[in-house]
């Protein structure tokens, strides 16, 4: 992996708890699209996350980010970590440089209502799809995808977290990008939980289980995904850029 590409995340460990009001406070002063704080006396492991403007269910990212730090600084000898989190349990396994982070996968259902979708996208699909989270919309090409610039206002009003955009990859089984406005996050670089709605929908059209996804926002990322059913696995690298402590 190289450094700057993929999706920053700030990782925060906790020996102590603090309030949720600082952690939103940190959150904002860091601005990245999340910052995981991570309770290391707790068993298991408790992660939490939070955007610039509120805390998330589920932030893929952020939690290979704390499992690297975990793996290079405090479980030195471990090849798997089990998160305690709001979304349940989530275990990250090592394998040399790759972490796999292990999802719930999610459940997706068509969209009858396309316009208002198409409106905020500003794309003309016919195919759309809406998750626990989040809604999906199929382009026919990578192209199209590049080009595109949703109304960011108009998606901030859908009654979604957010909206993934996908389309068969030129070099790779599909590509994605993702749009989170109402998480003060208009385009998030790498969306680890998207997957959990991507890999359903592509394994079932491609009806293969095991797919390689790029993430082609500006930083873009490149994601090697296995769907099991009910479970979702998402590989990736993470790189430590900085260690520091916040003075709070």
Request: glycine content about 6%.
């Amino acid at each position: 992996g190289s450094l700057f590409k993929g999706n920053p995340a700030a990782v925060v460990i906790l020996e102590k708890e603090i309030p949720d009001e600082l952690m939103q406070n940190i959150a904002f002063e860091n601005n990245l699209s999340e910052t995981a704080y991570v309770y290391v006396n707790k068993s298991p492991i408790e992660i939490r996350w939070f955007s610039p403007t509120t805390e998330v269910d589920l932030c893929g990212h952020a939690t290979l980010a704390s499992a690297k730090i975990l793996f290079e600084y405090y479980l030195l000898n471990e090849k798997q970590i089990a998160f305690d989190s709001k979304s349940g349990e989530l275990i990250v396994t090592k394998n040399e440089n790759l972490l796999t982070l292990n999802f719930p996968s999610d459940i997706f259902k068509r969209v009858d209502n396309l316009d208002a979708v198409n409106e905020a996208a500003l794309t003309n699909s016919d195919e759309i799809y809406k998750g626990r989270d989040d809604y999906l919309v199929i382009l026919n090409s990578e192209e199209e995808l590049r080009n595109l610039t949703p109304n960011y206002s108009k998606v901030s009003k859908l009654d979604a977290r957010g909206l993934i955009i996908s389309a068969p990859g030129n070099e790779v089984d599909f590509v994605s990008r993702c749009f989170f406005p109402q998480l003060g996050v208009n385009e998030d670089p790498v969306t680890g939980s998207a997957h959990t709605l991507l890999m359903p929908y592509w394994s079932n059209r491609l009806s293969k289980n095991t797919l390689i996804a790029n993430q082609i926002s500006q930083r873009g990322g490149i994601l090697h995904c296995e769907f099991k059913g009910d479970r979702t696995l998402i590989s990736g690298e993470a790189i430590i850029f900085l260690a520091g402590t916040i003075e709070a």
